[in-house]
């Protein structure tokens, strides 16, 4: 069961209706062209009742990390990460700084990886930095004095499981400058954790590693590869990027889509498809262990207006589909679906389709317009622009919980958390039926 950070921070992962025509190559068996649309005749859902678990937390710099069996777990500039339970209350916070066994000092511990579904919940893991240096040897701001690493914590109580070295610390005087360094925690699913190392600019250069969430042992070690997503049967399936030499940062690096066995780290899919690389994260926003997204631009003249395309990626198969109306995926009674929000003048309609790719169809009851950010056991979480505030729809059309101050920021079958606009706190709520 996925859940999690679901907002364009947490990077809203599109998804959408089969396109007409697109720059994208089509995969053997794929659809020519979109099928025609007719009326949603599936289950409605069941109402929601959100209660607000004690008042607004944090601040705008405050993240969710996770939504686990115990509550929601949070990280903001007091803590790398902190557990609010269903009454409200911490019930642990892991300290800024931390003597982790056999490391040089006191480490800083830094913001946690995200939990991207539930059976994950019982561990946590983020980015650690000690300094090796005695104070003997010169200048312990060197950034060569640094350890880089990541430690693992219970989610339940907080407590250290273990710690791991991604790049150690030199002893020499002087150090060699490794240059510009960036790491941490990519996510945490139930098979893997999996964290990165990147030294310079180039993300040809990063370093990924898939650790065992409960022992800590190292499963393998990719060179050049991103990972942004986890699915599959308990997130054992990845959804990473082979990046091209010399490729930058944000929308200026290219590669090709793969999927990763997250136990072995051996490639079971690749997309000879070279595209852009766009924020993905298919887990946090949608409830799908099957299908994964990836964003790409492949085109000059989209890279030139800022157009993205985007197909949907069946994990297990290896079969990818292009789509190109915004959306999010989801899981309910009738299997997995894909859902947008389509538009008649000024009305909004709640638009759907089975996967793999099946025709679409439209809800019954108009929703005025919307933004979609995520999909959860059959019901649909979307920000209205009028009321700013976060609405549960289903495949319907049909409104299935109150006005939630905010955007949505997480949410999953027992939680949902917003982000008040003006204030740029949580809102935290415990979903019922």
Not at 250 to 273: I, M, N, Q, Y
Not at 379 to 397: I, K, N, P
Request: overall charge negative; glycine content about 14%; proline content about 7%.
């Amino acid at each position: 069961m996925k859940s999690g950070p679901a907002t364009a921070v947490a990077v809203v992962v599109a998804l959408a209706v089969l396109a007409g025509c697109s720059s994208i190559p089509r995969p053997a068996g794929s659809p020519s062209r979109a099928p025609e649309l007719g009326e949603y005749e599936g289950p409605a859902q069941p109402d929601l009742s959100a209660v607000p678990v004690g008042p607004s937390r944090g601040t705008s710099q405050t993240e969710v990390v996770g939504l686990t069996r115990d509550g929601v777990v949070i990280t903001d500039p007091g803590s790398p990460a902190s557990l609010l339970d269903a009454d409200g209350q911490v019930r642990w916070s892991l300290p800024r700084n931390l003597r982790l066994p056999g490391r040089p000092g006191e480490a800083m511990i830094n913001g946690a990886g995200p939990i991207v579904d539930t059976d994950a919940g019982d561990v946590i893991a983020a980015a650690s930095a000690a300094s090796a240096c005695d104070g003997e040897l010169g200048d312990c701001t060197e950034q060569a004095w640094q350890e880089y690493g990541i430690a693992a914590f219970s989610a339940a109580n907080g407590a250290l499981l273990w710690s791991k070295v991604l790049i150690p610390a030199e002893r020499s005087d002087p150090p060699s400058d490794p240059g510009r360094v960036s790491w941490g925690v990519t996510l945490v699913s139930a098979a893997v954790v999996v964290a990165y190392v990147q030294v310079g600019e180039s993300r040809d250069r990063r370093t990924t590693f898939g650790f065992d969430p409960h022992s800590g042992d190292q499963l393998w070690k990719l060179e050049g590869v991103e990972v942004e997503w986890a699915g599959g049967d308990g997130g054992d399936r990845l959804l990473g990027l082979e990046v091209r030499p010399g490729s930058g940062g944000a929308f200026d690096h290219e590669g090709h889509p793969v999927v990763l066995d997250a136990r072995t780290g051996a490639v079971t899919w690749r997309w000879e498809h070279l595209g852009r690389w766009g924020p993905v994260a298919g887990a946090l926003v949608g409830d799908t262990d099957r299908y994964g997204i990836v964003e790409l631009r492949s085109a000059e003249a989209d890279r030139q207006q800022n157009v993205s395309k985007f197909a949907v990626v069946d994990l297990p198969a290896g079969v990818a589909a292009p789509i190109d109306k915004a959306g999010v995926v989801g899981e309910d009674e009738g299997g997995p679906f894909y859902a947008w929000v389509g538009s008649r003048g000024d009305e909004g309609w709640v638009m759907s389709a089975g996967l793999p790719p099946g025709p679409p169809g439209i809800g019954r009851e108009r929703t005025g317009l919307a933004t979609l950010s995520s999909a959860v056991g059959g019901h649909l979480w979307m920000f209205e622009e009028v009321s700013r505030s976060t609405v549960a729809y289903d495949r319907t059309g049909a409104r299935r919980s109150k006005e939630l101050p905010g955007r949505l920021v997480a949410v999953s079958e027992d939680w949902v958390v917003t982000r008040l606009e003006d204030e740029g706190s949580l809102g935290i709520y415990r979903l019922t039926r």
